[in-house]
């Protein structure tokens, strides 16, 4: 996400370096500028063919990979019209949409874009919730990821809202595809977790040694670092993951692009297999 025009050709090859490599593809939301289309909507209708032109791409050329597409509160806060044109992805028979997550394995992929209420829209009853509620707005990325995963685990246990958040489960067969069906706050326990709504790369490993975690984005640096939400010029330290799993379990998480401050290097690096560990 937050891609500018001049530097989608080098990230969409970097990025393709892994989806060949891989035989799952989860894009974790925020594909599209939300409001801020209203605003450049040629800009961002650019930004949009381009996205949708490489999912299809990508499900053509890579017939036996499966592609997960979660949709997050950019995507849920723009029109209709563009909503309709994301979720149509799934007419792909290798791509699948999901408003709430994906699981792969014992790692749960959502969004986290619960506290917004925006997508999809949702008729639940704000109560008072057992455990404390802190501010969302907080610097530090494992606090913000923290409250993602609390807020989260608050709401599954309201079995109401339990029957509502469905997610994707990838069958792990070939020629099979995902089901879906109700997440409880039980089985989320027992997930590692990856969010994607903070931008900013986080985790902690909770006690029973399940992880939580939330993957940057392409185009974002830490403002507590001076630099503004959105506005770096280059990726400086990419930290998105690319999992390892055996028999369903995940075993590994391992860097999936190079550590590079240019996008042009990024490729290249990606291309060499830069892929040392990430101690998550």
């Known amino acids: 996400t937050h891609v500018r025009p001049k530097e989608r050709s080098a990230v969409l090859q970097a990025i393709e370096v892994n989806v060949h490599k891989a035989n799952i593809v989860v894009v974790n939301g925020d594909m599209v500028g939300g409001k ?50 994301l979720i149509a992805l799934s007419q792909c028979e290798n791509v699948h949409v999901s408003h709430y997550g994906v699981v792969v394995g014992d790692v749960l992929f959502t969004h986290g874009d619960l506290q917004q209420q925006i997508h999809p829209p949702i008729t639940h009853e704000r109560r008072e919730y057992k455990r404390p509620r802190r501010s969302y707005q907080h610097s530090d990325p494992e606090a913000k990821t923290f409250i993602l995963y ?82 770096i010029e280059t990726p400086a330290y990419l930290k998105q993951p690319m999992l390892y799993f055996h028999k369903g ?12 401050t240019d996008w042009r290097d990024m490729v290249n690096q990606t291309k060499n297999g830069n892929r040392e560990s990430l101690d998550l």
Request: proline share 3%; glycine share 6%; no cysteine.
């Open 249 to 260: 379990q995940l075993t590994e998480k391992r860097r999936a692009f190079g550590t590079t």
């Open 36 to 85: 801020a289309m209203e605003y450049d909507q040629e800009k961002h209708t650019k930004a949009l063919q381009f996205t949708l032109k490489m999912f299809e791409r990508w499900a053509k050329r890579y017939p036996k990979k499966t592609f997960y597409v979660v949709l997050g509160n950019h995507d849920g806060d723009a029109n209709q019209d563009v909503k309709d044109k």
């Open 150 to 231: 609390e807020y989260l685990l608050q709401h599954l246990e309201d079995s109401d809202y339990e029957q509502q958040f469905k997610v994707l489960r990838h069958s792990g067969k070939e020629g099979y595809p995902p089901s879906e069906s109700a997440l409880s706050a039980e089985e989320l326990n027992n997930l590692h977790v990856m969010f994607g709504h903070t931008h900013d790369f986080a985790h902690f490993v909770r006690d029973n040694g399940k992880t939580v975690g939330n993957s940057m984005s392409l185009k974002h640096h830490p403002a507590w670092e001076g630099r503004g939400s959105h506005n």
